[in-house]
Each structure stands twice: as C-alpha cells, then as structure tokens.
C-alpha cells in the first residue's frame, strides 16, 4: 500500500500572496502518479493538479504549480497570487500506475485572508 | 453535462436499518469507486470497480457492499448500518485508458448519519 502524509493540518496566506502546501508519500513503485486535489466549502471534489512521477518536469496549472522531488517523495502545492476562492480544504492523493486504488492524505485547511 | 450523481444528499437513519447509496456517472467511465471523508483522516477507498461485474475491496471495506451491475451504476449498500459509519460518502468514476491516470470525478457526497 501507498501513504499519503500531509503534515500541516491549517494554513493561511494573504490575498495576492504565495503559499506551498507540502505532501510526502511512500511507496515501493516506480510509476505512479500524483494529485492535489481542492475541496471548498461546498464539499465538492475538484481536481487542481497532477503529476505522473516519470516526467521530471514539475506541472503546472495556471496559479497551480507542484515541486515534485521524486528522491524525497515529496509533492508540494505552490499557490501563487492568493484568490479568496482558493479557500478550501487541499488533499494530495497517489496511484500506482499499474493498479486501481487512490490513496489520500489528511487534508491542509487552506483559508485565504483578504 | 458530464456528471456523477449521488442519492441521497443526506440521511439520517438508525442502527441496523439497510439502506443504499446509489451513485450513477454519465460518462460510460469504467472505472467507479467509493470513498468515506472523516475529520482528521482524509478519504478512505471503499470499494471500487473496473469495469461491470469486477468490483474491489479498498482499504476499509468492512460492513459495506456493492455491486456492478451496469456500466453507470455503483450502489453503496450498508446491510447492518452501525453508528462508527457515519460519515461524508463521495463516490467517484473515471475512464481508465491505458492506465488509471485520467481524472476522477467526484460526486456531490452524501451525508450519513447512524443514530
């Protein structure tokens, strides 16, 4: 099995400003793929961001962007230019490749002040 | 409009009372799950399935069911409802391709409270 460990329960940040929500994970694979996903109020599930841990190339999403460090096993969220609706619970999640189960971490309370 | 449906949104019932989730995507995905959302543990899978017909046990399949019947359709059934299953409940389909990497699609929840 896979674990998901996201280490900071709460976080906020500024309107406008940067935040970087960390993640580590463990596994024994060699392929597999990872994914921060976003949660607001609504509870909602809303993909944000994922990364298939082959391309060394960190993915980006518009505001979005992820520092995947593959040795480490860690897979932080960077959130640039803060908007009020980021505010949202923020979980990471992996996969194997090669198999069918989803693993998720605890989820970061990201609260956006204006 | 591509979507997962849950029904219902909330329940509130009593120990030992069967009851079912259903869970319907529109979207011919193969690959359907389950997952229960806790404070202070994040989601846990349920069960999942990939196609009809084969479904899974996740990491905490213990006191519920599910079947495949249809390719749209994944119930979530609960034969002997206990007060530790009360939860959030999110179920979530997603094509497969050649790999399980395509995006999952979540539904609304459903809120489940055992008295």
């Known amino acids: 099995a896979q674990t998901v460990t996201q280490s900071q329960p709460e976080m906020s940040v500024q309107e406008a400003e940067t935040v970087t929500l960390s993640c580590t994970y463990d596994?024994?694979?060699?392929?597999?793929?990872l994914f921060w996903y976003k949660q607001p109020p609504s509870r909602q599930m809303i993909l944000v961001i994922r990364?298939?841990?082959?391309?060394?190339q960190n993915a980006t999403e518009n505001r979005f962007s992820v520092n995947f460090q593959k040795a480490a096993k860690s897979f932080s969220l960077k959130i640039s230019d803060s908007q009020l609706g980021d505010t949202a619970m923020y979980f990471c999640a992996s996969t194997r490749r090669s198999g069918n189960q989803f693993y998720f971490g605890t989820g970061t309370s990201l609260t956006v002040i204006p | 409009e591509a979507q997962v449906t849950q029904n219902p949104r909330y329940l509130i019932t009593v120990t030992g009372k069967k009851l079912t989730v259903t869970c319907s995507q529109n979207?011919?995905?193969?690959?359907m799950s389950w997952y229960r959302q806790d404070p202070g543990l994040g989601l846990r899978q349920i069960y999942y399935?990939?196609?009809?017909?084969?479904?899974d046990k996740g990491d905490v399949p213990e006191g519920y069911k599910v079947s495949r019947k249809e390719k749209r359709n994944f119930p979530l059934i609960l034969e002997s409802p206990s007060p530790n299953q009360t939860s959030l409940y999110f179920c979530?389909?997603?094509?497969?391709?050649?790999?399980?990497?395509?995006?999952?699609?979540f539904g609304p929840g459903t809120r489940l409270t055992v008295l």
């Open positions: 979530a389909s997603s094509s497969i391709g050649r790999s399980l990497t395509d995006t999952q699609y």
């Open positions: 990364q298939e841990a082959y391309k060394q």
């Open positions: 979207m011919n995905h193969e690959y």
């Open positions: 596994t024994s694979e060699n392929n597999y793929y």
């Open positions: 399935s990939m196609n009809v017909e084969v479904t």
